[in-house]
């Protein structure tokens, strides 16, 4: 897992490497816990590999839009494309020329991205309109909505831009950590309220000016260095209707009213992976590998799956009567949902998956690693 420290201008080069310094430091660690053999694959339910992309290689907490049809996806590199979920075909795609440090938000019309260097960058359709400095390292997709585009940045400041013309609008300041979690984070509408993840809460914002309207607490801050006190909540979001149920990483899982703006319920969990679910269920992925289902009504645990442990999963998608995980190896695991039980599972290209499983229409979307984007349709 990469903590990324919040420096100045000047310094960014170095908290990147000393980023890749402690990813490296964790490979170097004890052996790998050992898997369990799945055995020969039984398939239950019916799936078929529907079509498949590249968007070229992920190399950070990869964020995909969806707009009806129309799946925005970004790779490191600097491209970013415009894809027909129905197809796998582009509608279009561009190379901005720099590398990218976050994903992809789009309202179908307008686009907006953030490089490594700390520049947000917008898009009418294919074509650049224009570039913002920012002041301080992004690693959460920029939200489009409503003809601005908000921030949320590492240091926990969350700002707006006019879409067309790139005008700061507002700037919401929150003192932070020295450290923050090196994934994406949240910053979504829910009707006309701004919602991001600061630290350990949800915070609800009007977004036509930043002030703050309510703070659900999801998750405190213990232990006894500045790693163990991280709780910052993860991109990975289960909404139904006003209710929104997350994840602080490596701490605990639980749902908020987002009218109230109270929080409901809150239960331990580790992963620093997203949830979904529906009205009735919460699914999530755990650091070690095991797949949870919860009470969406009150947290309480409805079963636990152990055949993938020590996989290094992905979030989880719903998709009818599946729950879908990515692994390390890039194969997307179908269980049922009544029980944890496996119906099929079917490989992508060996890479892991980096980007929260999707659902868009009956189809399961998948990106990995090395740039590989798949539809897979359940029969």
């Known amino acids: 897992m990469i903590y990324v420290p919040i420096v100045n201008t000047l310094f960014r080069q170095l908290a990147l490497a000393l980023s890749a310094l402690l990813v490296l430091a964790g490979c170097a660690g004890p052996e790998k816990a050992k898997q369990l053999d799945l055995g020969p694959n039984v398939p239950l339910l019916g799936v078929r590999n529907a079509w498949s992309s590249n968007i070229g290689g992920v190399a950070f907490s990869l964020q995909v839009r969806v707009i009806d049809n129309l799946m925005f996806v970004a790779g490191s590199d600097g491209v970013v494309a415009a894809i027909d979920v129905r197809t796998g075909g582009d509608l279009w795609r561009v190379a901005l020329g720099v590398k990218l440090s976050a994903g992809v ?3 179908g019309r307008y686009s907006a991205v953030v490089s490594r260097d700390n520049e947000l960058i917008a898009l009418d359709g294919s074509k650049e309109i224009w570039r913002q400095k920012l002041g301080a390292v992004t690693l959460s997709a920029p939200l489009v909505a409503g003809g601005r585009v908000f921030v949320l940045s590492g240091d926990r400041a969350v700002a707006a831009f006019d879409a067309s013309s790139g005008r700061r609008l507002w700037q919401q300041l929150r003192s932070g950590e020295a450290l923050v979690l090196g994934r994406s984070g949240i910053v979504m509408a829910v009707g006309d309220t701004l919602v991001s993840g600061l630290g350990g809460r949800l915070v609800g914002m009007n977004p036509l000016n930043g002030k703050v309207r309510w703070e659900a607490q999801v998750a405190n801050s213990r232990g006894t260095n500045e790693v163990e006190r991280l709780v910052d909540l993860v991109s990975g979001v289960s909404r139904v209707g006003d209710e929104l149920c997350v994840r602080a990483f490596q701490s605990s899982v639980g749902c908020v009213d987002t009218v ?9 969990a580790s ?10 269920t919460l699914f999530g992925s755990e650091s070690d590998g095991r797949v949870i289902a919860w009470r969406r009504a009150d947290g309480e645990r409805l079963w636990t799956s152990e055949r993938l442990r020590f996989r290094n999963l992905s979030a989880p998608v719903l998709a009818g009567e599946a729950v879908v995980v990515g692994d390390e190896m890039g194969t997307l695991h179908f269980l049922s949902r009544k029980d944890g039980a496996p119906l099929n599972r079917l490989p992508t290209d060996g890479s892991p998956i980096v980007a929260n499983l999707l659902l868009v229409g009956k189809t399961v979307v998948a990106v990995t690693q090395r740039g590989g984007i798949f539809g897979f349709k359940p029969e």
């Open 105 to 107: 938000g789009s309202d």
């Open 271 to 280: 992963a620093a992976t997203g949830l979904d679910g529906d009205g009735s």
């Open 260 to 268: 109230k703006g109270t929080t409901l319920w809150t239960k331990s």
